[in-house]
T-cell receptor, first 115, second 112 residues
Framework: GAGVSQSPSNKVTEKGKDVELRCDPI?????LYWYRQSLGQGLEFLIY????????KSGLPSDRFSAERTGGSVSTLTIQRTQQEDSAVYLC?????????????FGPGTRLLVL | GNSVTQMEGPVTLSEEAFLTINCTYT??????LFWYVQYPGEGLQLLLK?????DKGSNKGFEATYRKETTSFHLEKGSVQVSDSAVYFC???????????FGTGTKLQVIP
């Protein structure tokens, strides 16, 4: 079946503009995560959705960052008034809960460059 | 809260050398443990996992044993290849509505 997809694959924007990044998880996966990975760095957790529960937003670095997940499927990460330090690869992952298997399936990422 | 601690990299080894990447964790309950790998220019993918104490996960010649007494899940390979050069991430999941927690990653470089 199809894996996790993300769009766009690359995004170049100017400082101060808003951007939206999209994630399509594997069908039926109830858990969805957003991470950020800067060049040469590890994974930085941003936000986590699980079913109908309130999302865990504890990793969002500022109030310029927000995310939503519509219908328990597609998710959009929005960065308002982008800054140069927001440049990174944004990764989405999904997993199937309730089966005892918490394996995460990662998308290819969106590479964001803020000029 | 849950946490994962990995040995710092980068780790540089010659081909056919023995590899150990240390991973220790702090978690409530009985977590599942994972190793993910990210090859250059590629996305993260599961390498192996173990869901209960004393389980051994294995894949592609890599192994890791879930040691509850030492809260560890060290990654090992007997003879590394250049193609094993990648970043390796240790992770845990402690159940319920908890999120997965990742370590900081360890970069491995294998030289011919």
């Amino acid at each position: 079946g199809a894996g996790v997809s993300q769009s766009p694959s690359n995004k170049v924007t100017e400082k101060g503009k808003d951007v939206e990044l999209r994630c399509d998880p594997i069908s039926g996966h109830t858990a969805l995560y957003w991470y950020r990975q800067s060049l040469g760095q590890g994974l930085e957790f941003l936000i986590y959705f699980q079913g109908n529960s309130a999302p865990d937003k504890s990793g969002l670095p500022s109030d310029r960052f927000s995310a939503e997940r519509t219908g328990g499927s597609v998710s959009t990460l929005t960065i308002q008034r982008t800054q140069q330090e927001d440049s990174a690869v944004y990764l989405c992952a999904s997993s199937l809960r309730g089966t005892g298997d918490e394996t995460q399936y990662f998308g290819p990422g969106t590479r964001l460059l803020v000029l | 809260g849950n946490s994962v601690t990995q040995m710092e990299g980068p780790v540089t080894l010659s081909e056919e050398a023995f590899l150990t990447i240390n991973c220790t964790y702090t978690a409530t309950g009985y977590p599942s443990l994972f190793w993910y790998v990210q090859y250059p220019g590629e996305g993260l993918q599961l390498l192996l996992k173990a869901t209960k104490a004393d389980d051994k996960g294995s894949n592609k010649g890599f192994e890791a044993t879930y040691r509850k007494e030492t809260t560890s899940f060290h990654l090992e390979k007997g003879s590394v290849q250049v193609s094993d050069s990648a970043v390796y991430f240790c992770a845990l999941y402690s159940g319920g509505y908890q999120k997965v927690t990742f370590g900081t990653g360890t970069k491995l470089q294998v030289i011919p």
